[in-house]
């Protein structure tokens, strides 16, 4: 698989702190994407980056921000954190040269908000 | 909008037996169609994707993945099932017209019996 690591793997935090994961990749990939995973729903699409400095929004994007400062790093920001953002958060990267490029992901963070 | 229904939560499996995992779609126009496996604890893995051509794709693993197209399916196959195919099985879609996100299912657990 692509070299996409996640950091941290597993956190707990309180109600109200902020928080922020970071995905790194080394594939020189220009698309990344943070998922949400949770029982019932699947993956669901919290935000994507289709370069440096361009970000958009997904199906789920309240109460969450992102950043891409480089190529390699993408950011996710929970800016006061709250229970119902306790999940299991992916992310995933693909080259974007055509749109049948596969998507990789990293191998998840367990985030728990108490 | 594009959407994935996987419409079992689990599917159980004698080991030796062969295994279908059920995906629908919709999308406008044509589709491209993906599956991935996730391991207990880990990151999503890729298994295999339909582009254009046959209607059969082989992946990894020995999974196989049948597009129908009257019928909106993609169903994964394997005609001898592994307890160690045991697992949760995701579908996701995107329209093959320009470049837009994967819209996954809620996904399948697959427990295959000794």
């Known amino acids: 698989d692509a070299g996409i690591t996640q950091s941290p793997r597993h956190k707990v935090t309180e109600t109200g702190t902020p928080v922020t994961l970071r995905c790194h990749q080394t594939?020189?990939?220009?698309?990344m994407y943070w998922y949400r995973q949770d029982p019932g729903h699947g993956l669901r699409l919290i935000h994507y980056s289709y370069g440096v400095k361009d970000t958009d929004k997904g199906e789920v994007s309240d109460g969450y921000s992102v950043s891409r400062s480089k190529t390699e790093d993408f950011l996710l920001t929970l800016e006061s954190a709250t229970s119902s953002q306790t999940s299991v958060y992916f992310c995933?990267?693909?080259?974007?040269?055509?749109?049948?490029?596969?998507?990789?992901f990293g191998p998840g963070t367990r985030l728990t908000v108490l | 909008a594009q959407s994935v229904a996987q419409p079992e939560d689990q599917v159980n499996v004698a080991e030796g037996n062969p295994l279908t995992v059920k995906c629908t779609y919709s999308?406008?126009?044509?589709?491209?169609l993906f599956w991935y496996v996730q391991y207990p604890n880990r990151g999503l893995q890729f298994l295999l994707k339909?582009?254009?051509?046959?209607?059969l794709v082989k992946g990894s693993y020995g999974f196989e993945a049948e597009f129908n197209k009257s019928q909106t399916s993609f169903h994964l196959k394997k005609p001898s099932a592994l307890v160690s195919d045991s697992a949760l099985y995701f579908c996701a879609v995107r329209p093959n017209s320009g470049y837009s996100t994967l819209t996954f299912g809620k996904g399948t657990m697959l427990l295959v019996s000794p």
């Open positions: 995933a990267s693909v080259t974007g040269d055509t749109s049948t490029d596969t998507q990789y």
């Open positions: 594939e020189n990939h220009r698309y």
């Open positions: 339909y582009i254009t051509g046959d209607n």
């Open positions: 999308v406008s126009g044509n589709p491209y």
